[in-house]
């Protein structure tokens, strides 16, 4: 399905990405200009790409060819969602980390959920907050040490996928770096859909999670995604106790309900026969 | 479309928030995004009424943070955008508004004070928020803020703000306050083709320079093929980050305060009276500069030479007209409702050749009257 793809014709020139050797954003990024190209889109002209701030925000800007608007740490969401509502034509496609979509920025990623705001969330979830150096972050798993938890983390870590799904988006998913083709299926039939959709792409940072988690090469941290993935279906007959550590993988949600695009524009058609 | 009748003469009884939003859609807005907060509400509920019948889009977001993003957003899309607030608000939305600065974003906020500080009393008027306005938000940048006194002066200087927002591409606040957006008031509406609209440069096909140009630089929508990359992160004119370098960080940083600074002229708007003939001063801005008219008379009355600066404009500071104010008066009288912000402002201005005073009045909403204002005008 790839032949002839080549991810020069969809970044911009001249710029090189500045990730650390074995980032899990090599793999999310190029999967996601595959799923792109599969779709038959040979550029971006129909797509504006949204980020915030965290590692996983530099993938579109200024790396992609294309309109990219680079917002403050966990305010991607109410930016894109008067972009998609004023160029209901385009993509809206957000990139952002754990940190900066479900930490920072968690309001408004409930608030889109429940909106079912018609952009693609894609939140590369690394379990820390890397680009400051290793800060533990909402989706760090229990008892790992980070730069903030020198004894280890003592909360429990957040299941976004989940919580997109009970908030109320059309399409909820997740998968890791070591899912490529699984992701690529999973990001082309998100870009298909209206509403909101949200993908859980689990990364690895070997610089400042794997090096504390005592993984000694990145390697190690790709076996260790496959071999703790579980698909959803099997994980609904697990106890809690059962999936302590491990990482459900799959579609959480796969539905139709009127989006916030649909719902503006009625009104609009509404408000232009009668009066308030 | 509109709901106001516009015509040479013709009269509308308006309140100031309604005013406020007749304006702003006749300035070309056509997104708003807003939380509630008092005393701002009336403007976003007249809003929602509003724009959806002149094609716009509303939106309730679920905070100021996200309000006033969804505003930079629509911006970008090419649609002139606003939102309203109050001080905790504004204080919410300040990083954002450094954000915009920093990406030349077009915008305008109103801001409705209130008495502060922390939540203070939601429903009283103060002038407590006129150097947040300035100094908001981290970093270096020259805001635009305009003061209005009367909902004829709202619908003037929301429409001005507009303007002002894209002539230089760059968030424009509308400080207003509880009593000025809650007065009812005549409001002479003037024909609509003699209104000025400034609209943004756009660039010509085959341009890739869209920040820190010093005169400007033309501001591509999104969707329009440009492929342009917008970071509140320091970029080049093209818009790519450096992070580090330090020259590249000068340049933009300049750029952004420069073309302000060299157009303070063009940008700061006062009423002034007597000012080359007068013993005594008052510099006023906002509601408060509504007492200093019968002030003025009575003082006269009693042979006192006063002259006054109105402030219609607040930032950039018209330092030009205060100036020639203080050349003439000994004594300069800053009546505001906090406990002595312009008169700082006034004193650096001012201070080396008048002496500058300060009359202040804060909580309750309790206004500043023209008999406080006299008094201290015969105080010797």
């Known amino acids: ?276 | 479309m509109l709901k106001l009748e516009c015509g040479k003469g013709k009269r509308a009884f308006l309140q100031g928030s309604e005013a406020c939003v007749e304006a702003a859609l006749i300035a070309g807005c056509r997104f708003f995004a807003g939380y509630p907060i008092s005393p701002a509400n009336e403007i976003s509920e007249h809003m929602a009424a509003r724009l959806p019948k002149v094609g716009g889009i509303f939106l309730q977001m679920e905070d100021e943070l996200a309000s006033i993003g969804a505003v930079v957003g629509a911006s970008w899309c090419g649609v002139k955008a606003m939102t309203a607030t109050s001080g905790p608000g504004f204080s919410l939305m300040q990083e954002t508004i450094g954000w915009a600065f920093m990406t030349e974003t077009p915008c305008v906020i109103v801001d409705v004070q209130r008495v502060g500080p922390g939540t203070g009393q939601a429903t009283k008027c103060a002038q407590g928020d006129v150097m947040q306005a300035r100094w908001g938000t981290h970093g270096d940048y020259m805001a635009i803020s305009l003061c209005p006194n009367s909902v004829q002066e709202i619908f003037e200087l929301s429409i001005r703000a507009f303007n002002l927002a894209e002539k230089y591409r760059t968030p424009v606040t509308l400080l207003t306050d509880e009593t000025t957006v809650h007065l009812r008031e005549h409001l002479v509406i003037p024909p609509l083709e003699s209104i000025e609209i400034i609209n943004r440069k756009k660039p010509r096909a085959g341009e890739q320079m869209f920040f820190g140009l010093e005169s400007v630089a033309p501001m591509p929508s999104i969707g329009d093929g440009f492929n342009v990359a917008v970071t509140g992160s320091t970029h080049d004119e093209r818009g790519v980050r450096f992070t580090a370098d330090p020259t590249v960080h000068r340049r933009v940083v300049e750029a952004i305060n420069n073309k302000i600074r060299k157009n303070v002229d063009d940008i700061v708007e006062v009423e002034s009276y007597n000012i080359e003939d007068c013993r005594v001063g008052i510099v006023a801005y906002g509601i408060t500069s509504r007492a200093i008219y019968e002030a003025v008379e009575e003082a006269e009355k009693r042979g006192v030479k006063v002259g006054y600066v109105r402030l219609k404009t607040l930032w950039p500071f018209p330092e030009k007209p205060l100036q020639r104010l203080a050349e003439n008066a000994e004594k300069i009288i800053v009546p505001e409702m906090n406990l002595g912000q312009i008169v700082n402002e006034v004193k650096r201005v001012a201070g080396c050749s008048a002496e500058v005073v300060s009359l202040n009045k804060i909580g309750g909403g309790e206004l500043i009257t023209p008999e406080e204002i006299l008094g201290k005008i015969l105080e010797e």
């Open chain 1, 1 to 276: 399905m790839s032949e002839g793809f080549s991810p020069s014709n969809y970044l911009r020139p001249g710029l090189r990405f500045p990730f650390c050797p074995g980032c899990g954003l090599y793999v999310l990024s190029d999967t996601f200009l595959r799923a792109v190209y599969e779709l038959g889109y040979s550029d971006f002209r129909k797509f504006c790409f949204v980020s915030g701030i965290g590692c996983s925000s530099w993938i579109p800007s200024p790396y992609y060819l294309a309109d990219s608007v680079h917002t403050l740490h966990g305010r991607s969401i109410p930016v894109a969602t008067s972009i998609k509502l004023l160029r209901p034509d385009l993509h809206v496609v957000v990139f952002g980390g754990d940190g900066d979509i479900v930490g920072i920025g968690m309001g408004h990623f409930i608030h889109a959920a429940r909106r079912n705001t018609d952009i693609l969330v894609i939140m590369g979830n690394n379990m820390i907050y890397g680009m400051t150096g290793g800060q533990v972050a909402p989706t760090t798993p229990l008892k790992v040490r980070t730069a903030t938890t020198p004894y280890g983390s003592f909360e429990h870590p957040l299941d976004a996928t989940r919580l997109a799904a009970v908030a109320g988006a059309n399409y909820s998913a997740r998968w890791t770096t070591a899912h490529s083709k699984e992701l690529k299926e999973c990001f082309k039939k998100a870009l298909q859909m209206d509403g909101f959709r949200f993908v859980e792409v689990v990364s690895q940072c070997p610089t400042a999670y794997g090096r504390r988690a005592g993984f000694k090469e990145v390697g190690e941290m790709l076996k260790w995604f496959r071999e703790n993935a579980i698909p959803v279906a099997e994980a609904e007959k697990m106890r809690e106790e059962e999936l302590e550590g491990k990482i459900v993988v799959g579609e959480f949600a796969q539905r139709k309900r009127l989006t916030l695009v649909e719902s503006v524009y009625e009104v609009l058609k509404e408000a232009a026969q009668k009066d308030a």
